[in-house]
């Protein structure tokens, strides 16, 4: 196999990975929405914002793309490759669990703005703690590119 081929397989994962997670995320939040909505439709755009944090790490597959993607030439030694396919694995797989993860938060703290709770702000401090481990895999994405000469 081409050294290129591997590393696109990388690059695929990665944006494939933590668009499935964001994708996932966003609906079932998107789902607790639509049932906290019955019970207070007031707070619609609480229940929005909290809707689309899991689809920012969507958003980080596709920005570590354009991190690797001048390494992306047809002359790529394997170490390089094999770099890129690492970064992707590990960046998607991180998108992946913490959209995931991070929706669950979300939709509880949907459900308690839906029944009457003012939550709002401390769901979101609880949510960053998942989307921090997006952000460190984005930025050892942005590292792995940097070594790779």
């Known amino acids: 196999m081409e050294p290129i081929i591997l590393a696109y397989i990388g690059v695929g994962l990665m944006v494939g990975l933590a668009g499935v997670g964001s994708a996932t995320g966003v609906s079932i939040t998107a789902n607790a929405s639509i049932g906290a909505m019955k019970k207070n439709p007031d707070a619609f755009g609480n229940y929005m914002v909290l809707s689309a944090l899991p689809g920012t790490q969507g958003l980080y597959g596709f920005l570590g793309y354009f991190l690797l993607k001048g390494h992306l030439v047809a002359d790529i030694t394997l170490l390089q490759a094999a770099g890129i396919f690492g970064a992707g694995i590990a960046l ?55 070594s790779l000469g």
Request: aromatic residues 10%; proline residues 0%.
């Open 92 to 146: 998607g797989s991180v998108c992946l669990l913490s959209a995931i993860r991070q929706s669950q938060v979300c939709a509880n703290g949907i459900a308690g703005i839906g029944a009457g709770y003012d939550v709002f702000g401390k769901t979101m401090i609880l949510a960053v703690f998942a989307e921090l481990y997006a952000i460190v895999a984005l930025a050892a994405t942005f590292l792995i590119g940097r």
